[in-house]
């Protein structure tokens, strides 16, 4: 299976941007639709983005349309996460997830099969 790492999490104040990349292990990272997902303390994990498994197709949770943007690179195996005009609400865990099950995007955990660690994203006023 691909193991997912996150990375490039930090403090960043509101209005600000951060660029979250998840880098997959072995060689095989085009064969996976993508997809970010976040979770605060004490709330549920919510989607973010998703991207198909070529780049050419890409969704986004209402709250983050228009402000962050998905992309992937899969010379490099990584799936990058934009993030824009970032607000306090976006602070939370950020996770990335793979799955080959399908030729579009997924935008629902059940639709992932691998997960990485998470990076933290903490966004101030």
């Known amino acids: 299976q691909e193991q997912l790492v996150e990375s490039g999490g930090g403090l960043v104040q509101a209005g600000g941007s951060l660029r979250l990349s998840c880098a997959a292990s072995g060689r095989t990272l085009s064969m996976y639709a993508a997809g970010w997902f976040r979770q605060a303390p004490g709330k549920e994990r919510e989607f973010v983005a998703a991207i198909s498994r070529s780049g050419g197709s890409t969704d986004y949770a209402d709250s983050v349309k228009g402000r962050f943007t998905i992309s992937r690179d899969n010379a490099k195996n990584t799936v990058y996460l934009q993030m824009n005009k970032v607000k306090p609400e976006d602070t939370a865990v950020y996770y990335c997830?793979?799955?080959?099950?399908?030729?579009?995007?997924?935008?629902?955990?059940?639709?992932?099969?691998?997960w990485g660690q998470g990076t933290q994203v903490t966004v101030s006023s």
């Open positions: 997830a793979a799955d080959r099950r399908t030729f579009g995007v997924v935008v629902t955990t059940k639709g992932y099969a691998y």
